[in-house]
């Protein structure tokens, strides 16, 4: 058989495979991707794509993406063949062929639910934290990268940003220190995210460049590079996400987690910081709050004396109508805006979903007034991007409600125009395309100065 023959069976084989690892295809399944620690089911079988899709990390595979996952290939042709080996396929051309067939391994299943994972008290994260960025200061070239590249001042970086010791003996001289100055013992750290107990040695470890990592799906886990507090309403630091100096496009960011040591039988205690909100509230802030995605932009927000709530990515938005609740009694806001990349208005997962945001808060706090900050992408793509290139006052502002019913009327025109089946239909490519138009159709319709409708404010 040649390969573009056997390629077509294997990627049709998907449900069968799925079967055999005792998943259910009608039902959601728990997230194969080793990235997400998936603890409730969130992934699915799209029948019509032939691909499963999880709706809480967003990753789309297909059954190649599933068995690269499953036996930690390193490269296509490398899983291809064991895709040939799994289903019993023999490929013309191929010299060498498996002793025996071997077996598809089943589906990972009862993983402890997030809800049921213990974790410290925010005051313990807190101390301990702040203590750990006491001792691991950042090298000079992490103080050029902060300064000179996310444009910080010196007092933020002191604030809240450390190097990330990660080499086995300058972790346990850092955990010795942190037991005597918090005065914590092993069993309250142990529940510390990022920290958990070595069952072999006893001794209190946390992630590093050399520690097991189920969730990576590597044997080791890199987690050198640059760590980020991230704060909580009330100015307690806890969570780490850290910024890795070396890594693969898209996981240049990660959390300072111990997830992996919780259903563990190698590990005792673990813990995770969930999809923590992160929270800057500036000296003498503004009336109005700010909502955006990553730290460094809320940063350069943040510069400007407005208070600024960050999600680590978009679908961790949930419970953010709670926090907004919470400022109000600390502070006077007046209005909301929510300044995600100018990318959105092309972007229809990322849309969809920050819509989702923007009606819940609507919903549960009608008083306040929602705007979206609207530019075109030409002059930055995220919001750091626009302001420190100079353009801020290309940022115009435009009411929630406008802005969602201008770029869902834009997405029907366009669909319209190519039909629903073709647009269901298009590949990878072409609804890169499809977005780029429809970026365009809506910088036009929500930029245009002719368009009284819009009426955009001056940037703030």
Same mark, same amino acid.
């Given at each position: ?15 069968n495979y799925? $079967? ?48 690269q996952?499953?036996?930690? !290939? ?21 010299k060498?062929k498996p ?12 993983r ?17 934290y ?9 090298? $000079? +070239? ?9 444009g ?14 990660? $080499? ?8 010795r220190?942190?037991?005597?100055? +918090? ?26 460049d050399n ?26 630091a806890?969570?780490?996400?850290i910024?890795?100096? !070396? ?9 300072? +987690? ?46 400007n004396?407005?208070?600024?709530i ?6 961790a938005?949930?419970?953010i ?25 092309g ?59 201008t ?19 298009m ?14 159709e ?11 409708? $819009? ?5 703030a």
């Open positions: 058989m040649d390969r573009d023959t056997a390629k077509e069976i294997i990627l049709a084989s998907l449900p799925l $079967a055999q690892k005792g998943i259910n295809i009608s039902r959601k399944f728990l997230c194969m991707n080793p990235d997400h620690q998936d603890h409730s089911p969130s992934m699915c079988y799209d029948r019509r794509r032939n691909r499963c899709h999880c709706f809480s990390c967003g990753c789309d595979a297909d059954i190649f993406n599933l068995i996952w499953d036996y930690n !290939t390193t490269s296509f042709p490398e899983t291809f063949n064991l895709a040939c080996d799994l289903f019993g396929i023999d490929v013309d051309e191929r060498e002793k025996e067939r071997p077996k598809i391994k089943p589906a990972k299943h009862g402890t639910r997030i809800s049921e994972i213990k974790k410290a008290e925010p005051e313990v994260c807190d101390k301990v702040t203590t750990m960025q006491m001792l691991s200061p950042l090298t $000079a +070239t992490d103080m050029k990268y902060l300064t000179e590249k996310r910080l001042s010196k007092e933020r970086i002191k604030k809240d940003y450390m190097r990330m010791v990660t $080499a086995p003996e300058d972790r346990k001289k850092l955990i220190k942190l037991i005597k100055l +918090t005065g914590y013992t092993k069993d309250t750290l142990k529940y510390v995210p990022g920290f958990f107990i070595d069952k072999n040695t006893g001794a209190l470890d946390y992630s590093g520690v097991p990592s189920i969730s990576h799906g590597t044997n080791w886990c890199n987690n050198a590079g640059i760590g980020i507090l991230i704060r909580n309403v009330d100015g307690q806890v969570a780490i996400q910024r890795r100096d !070396t890594a693969s496009k898209g996981n240049r960011y990660c959390w300072f +987690t111990s997830i992996f040591a919780v259903d563990s039988v190698d590990y005792d205690g673990g813990s995770t910081p969930g999809a923590a909100k992160d929270i800057i509230i500036p000296e003498n802030p503004q009336t109005c709050l700010c909502i955006t995605e990553g730290r460094f932009k809320s940063e350069i927000i943040a510069a004396r407005n208070i600024v960050s999600i680590q990515g978009v679908s938005w949930k419970g109508d709670e926090i907004i609740k919470k400022l109000r009694e600390q502070h006077e806001i007046k209005s909301i805006f929510l300044m995600f990349d100018s990318d959105i208005m972007n229809r997962q990322v849309f969809n979903t920050i819509s989702d945001m923007a009606r819940t808060i609507m919903e549960r706090i009608p008083d306040m007034k929602i705007k979206f900050a609207v530019w075109k992408i030409k002059y930055g793509k995220g919001i750091d991007d626009c302001i420190l290139s100079g353009n801020l006052t290309r940022v115009k502002y435009v009411d929630a409600e406008y802005f969602m019913e770029c869902n009327n834009s997405f029907d025109m366009l669909l319209k125009k190519y039909g629903v089946k073709s647009f269901q239909k590949k990878s490519e072409d609804r890169k395309i499809f977005g780029k138009y429809l970026q365009e809506n910088e036009k319709r929500l930029l245009c100065k002719n368009k009284k409708e $819009a009426n955009p404010e001056e940037a």
